[in-house]
């Protein structure tokens, strides 16, 4: 027992100097928060899934710090926040702690675990990335944002159609033998969404295409996928792209030397001889919405879809070393052409869809296989129940009965290699 | 330069290490508490360097990170505090037992899973079933029994067969962590992530959500102090500990005691899969434990089996982890940062029992020569 009080005493003696250090600086943090005051009434607390050697994130984080930056305001940040209460307590910290009142999270399945926050913190305002609750909950302060990234999978796909009928030209494959390969995360909207739009775009130039895609079953592992980007080349793909987040399949590429179509940004310092083109998601634009209605005291869209007309939807450079001449030029068409409205991606015109007992059960086709009618589970529920018809006209209309992909179609001229996840 | 050194003299090494009997226990602690400080000081001094904030500040935001804006009445970082030092103190008090029987179960990430999926799985399936009351009662039979039957295997197969368990429980680890990524893949759906259950969530009490983890885990270390120290059992675990065949010699059923005590510690794990479970996140996803279960290991031994010393060393780590973690967030660097922060203290924590153990004689020979 002596022992025990003594060791008290200890602990206690501990405190008290953590104690002391906290009010010997407490007129140091006043003083900066009264410097800070006259130029920020917004501060932004972005909660990030990884940190900066996940392409995806580094894309969040460079734009976080772009629009900070334009806006002179503060920010705080959160790495490494998995899809978990984690990310509830990590809300509640750039709150608490740093005085955040506007709190992004980036990630899909941050959603539920954002919610939770924003029901109990209502003067903070709380943007999700990717999410798809946002248009049926109840709560204002909750908002869903993501970007019309098909048109720029389509535009990267016309570059990759363009680079597979120059190497049919040469004589280095068939026809038939223009397939490409596809690295997906998991079997879900916005992943498929993603592919059929990458797919299509090389339909455009190069009919003849078809496409292979394995998934990996998670958004950032670089082993698993380079290996699905290795077992794709040894499976006769001749062009690789990819929806997950590491640098797996770029670097599979450049060691085999096929070509690849990146995401997320551009690996051309990693992979000079096989980078085409990348397309992504430039965040900034968003952003600066957000802390702009912020500063206003405007509510936030419920739901914002960012375009190529608002600069959320970007290509890097063409790397010309390895696209096909001409790619440049035919991407400024198409780009025109999207942005006129008299090209659409998902013009069901362009692709055929077969229905059977368990693929496609949502679909009406004709007698062509040409998709007349499709019923999306627009308002997310546990049993992924279809509630809106999103064909009119011929057109498939992505992200406009809310920002968050819901095009799961399975379309004729892709493989599912598999759908374990 | 040193091979002139060995040729001109013949002469006994600078120094040699003997083995020191007994050191006054404050002096052992003071030398403990001399290496905490000491290697906090030195990473704060590396951090310094890497972001060009001083000591003072360094150390601030550490504080922030761990306990926000305390002084303006703001408790809730405390809370979360504690909270994580409630969590991976119930693993360390857990694997306490088995340890001080020198089994070593390396299992309490997997026990903590399986108790942690069992309480779901009720959670889902019962919830909307059965009576709040009647629920409870059977989320936490479930989840202890879960545990204790996932560190029971291991050690039948030890008490009978003799199987190494630190590779058994080991393996049970991943046995556990992949059913609970099936799991996840059956009723995740889309991102694989299960939204938080409503249904079997401990109670709050007022506001205080955490309030009730913190309770359970500190009557278990009071529970798990009198159990080792003054309980007929925790005797016998001791002595199965020092030597099985003085435990067979004096009567003690070995099989028996090994069998019984990994019991405690997988039900105890299980008890630490509840508080997150159904206390915390109301899901599961297969890192739900984090890793705690390992770090567990060595917050026992650094304890040196004593719950109170533990619940110091716990409240110490989670402190740095959280600490650390703030000043790389603040100072955008990489999120290894407070793991390498981490891992630099525990070093030295670890280290400085050499000099408690032994003591170094540095010769006298040259003095004496000189003089």
Redesign the interface.
């Known amino acids: 027992m002596k022992?025990?009080s003594?060791?008290l005493a200890?602990?206690l003696a501990?405190s008290m100097v953590?104690a002391f250090?906290?009010?010997?600086?407490?007129p140091?943090?006043g003083e900066n928060d009264t410097t800070a005051g006259e130029l920020a009434d917004v501060k932004v607390g972005f909660i990030f899934l990884h940190?900066?050697n996940s392409t995806y994130d580094k894309n969040f984080m460079d734009a976080a710090k772009k629009a900070c930056e334009e806006m002179g305001i503060e920010y705080?940040?959160?790495?490494?926040i998995?899809?978990?209460?984690d990310c509830y307590?990590a809300a509640?910290?750039l709150i608490?702690?740093d005085g955040c009142n506007v709190i992004f999270a980036d990630s899909?399945?941050h959603e539920?675990?954002l919610m939770?926050a924003a029901a109990e913190y209502e003067d903070v305002q709380f943007c999700h990335a990717t999410g798809t609750q946002a248009h049926t909950s109840e709560l204002k302060n909750f908002h869903n944002a993501f970007a019309s990234i098909y048109e720029g999978r389509f535009l990267a796909g016309v570059a990759a159609g363009m680079k597979l009928n120059e190497m049919i030209e040469a004589g280095e494959i068939t026809e038939e033998e223009a397939k490409m390969g596809y690295v997906g995360a998991?079997t879900?909207a916005e992943v498929i969404s993603g592919y059929t739009s990458f797919y299509l775009g090389a339909k455009s130039v190069c009919p003849s295409v078809t496409m292979d895609v394995k998934f990996t079953?998670s958004w950032y592992d670089e082993q698993k996928e380079k290996e699905a980007a290795d077992a794709l080349i040894t499976g006769g793909c001749v062009l690789i792209s990819q929806h997950a987040d590491s640098m797996g399949a770029p670097t599979a590429c450049e060691t085999a030397g096929v070509p690849n179509v990146s995401y997320n940004g551009s690996t051309i310092n990693a992979c000079p001889n096989t980078f085409i083109v990348s397309s992504r998601i430039n965040w900034a634009p968003y952003f600066e919405y957000m802390i702009q209605c912020v500063m206003d005291g405007k509510a936030i869209d419920t739901d914002w879809t960012g375009t190529l007309e608002t600069g959320s939807v970007m290509l890097t450079d063409v790397n010309e070393a390895v696209a096909a001449e001409g790619t440049v030029a035919k991407l400024e068409e198409v780009k025109a052409a999207l942005n006129d409205g008299s090209l659409q991606v998902f013009d069901t015109a362009n692709f055929t869809v077969t229905v059977t007992d368990t693929l496609n059960v949502n679909a009406t086709v004709d007698g062509n296989g040409v998709l007349t009618g499709y019923m999306a589970d627009v308002d997310t529920d546990?049993a992924?129940t279809a509630d809106t018809e999103v064909v009119e006209g011929g057109v498939f209309y992505e992200s406009k009965f809310r920002s968050g992909p819901y095009f799961d179609v399975r379309i004729d001229g892709i493989t599912l290699l598999d759908e374990a996840? | 330069m040193a091979d002139n050194t060995t040729v001109k003299h013949h002469r006994e090494p600078l120094f040699h290490i003997a083995k020191r009997d007994d050191m006054v226990?404050?002096k052992a602690?003071l030398i403990r508490?001399a290496a905490i400080v000491i290697s906090i000081f030195a990473m704060s001094l590396v951090s310094m360097a890497l972001t060009e904030k001083s000591l003072?500040?360094t150390?601030?935001i550490m504080?922030?990170?761990v306990?926000?804006?305390?002084?303006e009445g703001?408790t809730?970082?405390l809370w979360?505090y504690l909270q994580q030092i409630a969590i991976l103190l119930c693993l360390s008090l857990a694997l306490t037992p088995a340890f001080k029987m020198k089994f070593w179960n390396c299992g309490a990430e997997g026990q903590a899973l399986v108790g942690g999926l069992g309480a779901l799985i009720v959670m889902i399936e019962l919830g909307p079933k059965l009576p709040y009351g009647v629920l409870m009662v059977v989320v936490v039979a479930v989840s202890i029994l879960a545990g204790a039957i996932w560190g029971l295997l291991p050690a039948i197969f030890k008490a009978f067969f003799n199987t190494n368990e630190t590779l058994f429980t080991l393996m049970m680890n991943y046995i556990a962590t992949q059913i609970i990524a099936y799991y996840v893949?059956i009723k995740g759906?889309?991102?694989?992530?299960i939204?938080?259950v409503a249904y079997g969530n401990f109670p709050k009490v007022g506001d205080n959500k955490y309030l009730v983890n913190i309770i359970i885990v500190a009557v278990l270390t009071v529970a798990m102090y009198i159990y080792l120290k003054y309980s007929k059992q925790g005797y016998e675990i001791s002595v199965v500990g020092e030597s099985q065949n003085t435990a067979r010699y004096i009567g003690i059923n070995v099989k028996k005691v090994i069998i019984r005590t990994m019991c405690i510690s997988g039900a105890l794990c299980g008890v630490a899969g509840l508080l997150l479970v159904a206390g915390?996140?109301?899901?599961i996803?297969t890192?739900?434990v984090g890793g705690q279960g390992f770090t567990a290991i060595m917050m026992s031994w650094l304890g040196q089996f004593n719950p109170?010393?533990m619940v110091?060393m716990t409240a110490l780590i989670i402190f740095l982890k959280l600490g650390a973690g703030?000043v790389?967030?603040?100072c955008?660097l990489?999120?290894s940062f407070s793991d390498i922060f981490i891992g630099v203290v525990i070093l030295c924590v670890v280290g400085c029992e050499f000099f408690i153990r032994y003591t170094i004689k540095f010769r006298h020979h040259k003095k004496e020569g000189k003089a």
């Open positions: 022992k025990v003594k060791i200890l602990i501990l953590f250090a906290a009010c010997k600086n407490e140091a943090t940190d900066e705080a940040q959160k790495t490494q998995p899809e978990s209460n307590d509640v910290e608490e702690v899909f399945g539920s675990f939770k998991f879900f079953g546990e992924f996840y | 226990w404050w602690w508490i003072f500040e150390l601030e504080y922030r990170g306990l926000g804006r305390i002084e703001s809730v970082m979360k893949y759906g889309g991102s694989n992530v939204s938080p915390t996140d109301h899901t996803r890192d739900t109170f010393i110091f703030k790389a967030d603040t955008r990489n999120s």
